[in-house]
């Protein structure tokens, strides 16, 4: 009776020994997986900031692709302007010059007039 009793206890303990080597596995299962979970979630934010600098490197391209369109079009629109305003200046010179030769003509012939 002694010996069915040990043997029943020990069967006892291995039982409750495979229940905790059970959940022990349980735990160390469930562990991981809230690990994985955590990553997955972490890499998946990770992503969306990515995503984010991204789209907004894409739009600072934009920016500067369109300022610098409008730049290039405020230097040629000053580029012309500078033409016209160089053009107009020559005309002024050559009106003065012929003003001058006009003046110049005018008082010879009242020179000799006289």
Request: hydrophobic content about 45%.
């Amino acid at each position: 009776q002694e010996e069915r009793a040990r043997i029943a206890q020990k069967e006892a303990e291995a039982k409750k020994q495979a229940q905790l080597d059970k959940e022990a596995k349980e735990e160390a299962a469930a562990k991981a997986a809230a690990e994985q979970a955590e990553a997955a979630l972490r890499q998946e934010e990770a992503q969306k900031e990515a995503e984010r600098a991204a789209h907004e490197a894409a739009e600072a391209a934009k920016r500067a692709a369109a300022d610098a369109r409008r730049k290039s079009q405020t230097d040629a629109e000053a580029m012309r302007q500078a033409v016209a305003l160089e053009e107009a200046a020559k005309k002024a010179a050559e009106a003065e010059v012929k003003m001058h030769e006009e003046s110049e003509r005018a008082r010879i012939a009242a020179e000799e007039a006289e």
